[in-house]
C-alpha cells in the first residue's frame, strides 16, 4: 500500500535508548507501518520485541533523554510530519490520532473525577460551557454501553470496575473523533469475560466511525477477532506481514507458529501435559545488537547454517511476505 492511499504511513521508523555516556542501542529496526483508512492493522510479539516503543516513537511520546528516534518518511492522510523523541508530534497534539493503554487505572489520573477528566479533555479543542461539556461527557459514556453515565462522571476512576474504566478509556479517546486509534494492549488487564465485550465494543465502533485503528498486542487470538492485517514483530523488527487469516492459517515465518502454536487451545492436550512454548526468550537489545544472522536464530528448531550468518530480509511470498531463509523453501510447511 503507498503512502499516498494511507492514514499512516511510516518507512525506516529506527529506535535507540541511550545507554551510559551517550551510547545508543537500538530497540526498533527499520520498521515500516501503513494503514489504510478504516483499517484495523495488528502488531503482534512477545513483550519486549518493541511493538509499544515504536507507537510512542510514531506519537513523539518517547523521553528525549532517554530516547533518539527517527524515520526516513512518515506522514498523516498524506501530509508529512517528523518522528522525534521529546516532541510530541502534530499527531499527539493534534485531534485526529488518540491512544488507548493497558491499564486504564494508571493511565487516568487518580485524583480528578471521570467527569473532570472529560470536560478537561472536550476543552482542549472545543469552547464551550461546563454545563454543555458534562452532557457530552454523559453522552459519550452512555455510547460506551456505560449505565447511569451522569452518575459515573462524580466517580473517580478506582470507584469503577477495570472494565468500566477501560470504556472510559476508549469515550475520552474518542471524544473528538479521531481518524486513527492506536490501542495498545487495551485488553490485556481484564478478565476473559470483559475482553471479549470491550473488543466486540470497539471492532463495533471502529465499523460505524470507519476509523482506522493500530491494534497492539501479545495474543494472536484477539489479533484474529479484529484485525483484517497483521505485522509480527520479534526482536525490533517485522519477521511476517500479511492477512491476518493467512498469517492464523498458513505461517510463513516459524516465530509466528511459534506464537499460534503457544495458544492455549489451540490444540488438545492430554492431562498433565505442558503448554507448549517457544523456548527461550526474546532477547535484550544489547544482546540482540550482537547477532549477525537472524534474530530468531537462536530458539529456531529450524535454524540452519546460514541463519547463524545472514540477516533475512522482509521478502514477497504469495501476496505476504516473511524475513526468513526457508519461508520460500518448497521443504518449509
Ligand atoms: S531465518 Fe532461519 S533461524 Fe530465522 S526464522 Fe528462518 S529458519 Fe529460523
Not at 537489545?285 to 530468531?296: D, I, K, S, T
Request: charged share 20%; hydrophobic share 45%.
Amino acid at each position: 500500500m503507498g503512502a499516498a492511499n494511507s492514514i499512516l504511513a511510516v518507512r525506516g521508523l529506527t529506535v535507540s535508548f541511550a545507554l551510559a555516556k551517550k551510547q545508543y542501542v537500538q530497540v526498533v529496526d527499520s520498521l515500516d507501518i501503513t494503514i489504510a483508512p478504516g483499517e484495523t492493522l495488528g502488531l503482534v510479539g512477545e513483550s519486549g520485541c518493541g511493538k509499544s516503543v515504536s507507537a510512542l516513537a510514531i506519537m513523539g511520546l518517547l523521553p528525549e533523554h532517554a530516547c533518539a528516534a527517527r524515520a526516513r518518511e512518515s506522514s498523516f492522510g498524506g501530509a508529512p510530519f517528523t518522528i522525534r523523541a521529546g516532541d510530541a508530534c502534530t499527531l499527539a497534539r493534534g485531534r485526529d490520532v488518540a491512544m488507548i493503554f493497558q491499564d486504564a487505572l494508571t493511565a487516568l489520573n487518580p485524583v480528578a473525577t471521570i467527569g473532570a477528566q472529560m470536560v478537561e479533555a472536550i476543552r482542549v479543542y472545543q469552547t464551550m460551557a461546563m454545563a454543555q461539556a458534562l452532557a457530552m461527557a454523559a453522552e459519550a459514556l452512555g455510547a460506551l454501553g456505560i449505565p447511569d453515565p451522569r452518575m459515573r462522571l462524580g466517580a473517580y476512576p478506582h470507584q469503577l470496575s477495570g472494565g468500566m474504566r477501560q470504556r472510559v478509556m476508549i469515550a475520552l479517546a474518542l471524544l473528538h473523533s479521531p481518524r486513527l486509534l492506536i490501542a495498545d494492549e487495551p485488553t490485556t488487564a481484564l478478565d476473559v469475560t470483559i475482553q471479549a465485550q470491550i473488543l466486540e465494543l470497539m471492532a463495533r465502533l471502529q465499523r460505524e466511525r470507519e476509523m482506522a485503528m493500530l491494534f497492539i498486542t501479545h495474543d494472536l487470538g484477539v489479533i484474529g477477532q479484529i484485525c483484517a492485517r497483521t505485522l509480527v514483530m520479534y526482536a525490533g523488527r517485522i519477521v511476517e506481514e500479511g492477512s491476518t487469516r493467512d498469517i492464523l492459517t498458513r505461517p510463513l515465518h516459524p516465530y509466528s507458529r511459534g506464537l499460534i502454536e503457544s495458544m492455549p487451545g489451540k490444540r488438545a492436550r492430554a492431562a498433565g501435559e505442558p503448554l507448549p512454548a517457544i523456548p527461550g526468550r526474546v532477547p535484550s537489545p544489547e544482546e540482540f545488537a550482537g547477532l549477525q544472522g537472524c534474530r530468531f536464530a537462536p530458539r529456531c528448531a529450524r535454524a540452519e547454517a546460514i541463519c547463524f550468518r545472514e540477516q533475512p530480509v522482509l521478502t514477497a511470498y504469495d501476496g505476504r511476505q516473511a524475513a526468513c531463509h526457508l519461508a520460500g523453501r518448497s521443504d518449509h510447511a
